[in-house]
């Protein structure tokens, strides 16, 4: 990996992590690992690292903006055709 400084844009540096996720993913799920186990396995990871940080009290209050913010398409990367 190049280095990289600590003035990164916020932005880009999610941008980078999400590509390394998503590239991660499209790995295993090329090698036979199930789209339901990766997604479990990535929520449990994010959600474990967030506690990590966190604590449990702010990531539940966070959990509870998710069906908004997912009704919102927040995470929806490609819009399907109805």
Do not use: H, N
């Amino acid at each position: 990996m190049a280095d990289r400084t600590i003035d990164t844009d916020p932005v880009e540096e999610k941008q980078l992590a999400l590509r390394y996720l998503l590239d991660a993913w499209e790995e295993a799920a090329y090698e036979g690992v199930d789209r339901d186990c990766l997604a479990t396995a990535a929520i449990f990871a994010a959600l474990s690292d967030l506690i990590t940080t966190y604590g449990e009290e702010p990531v539940a209050v966070m959990c509870q903006r998710l069906p908004e913010r997912v009704r919102a398409g927040e995470f929806t990367l490609a819009q399907s055709r109805q």
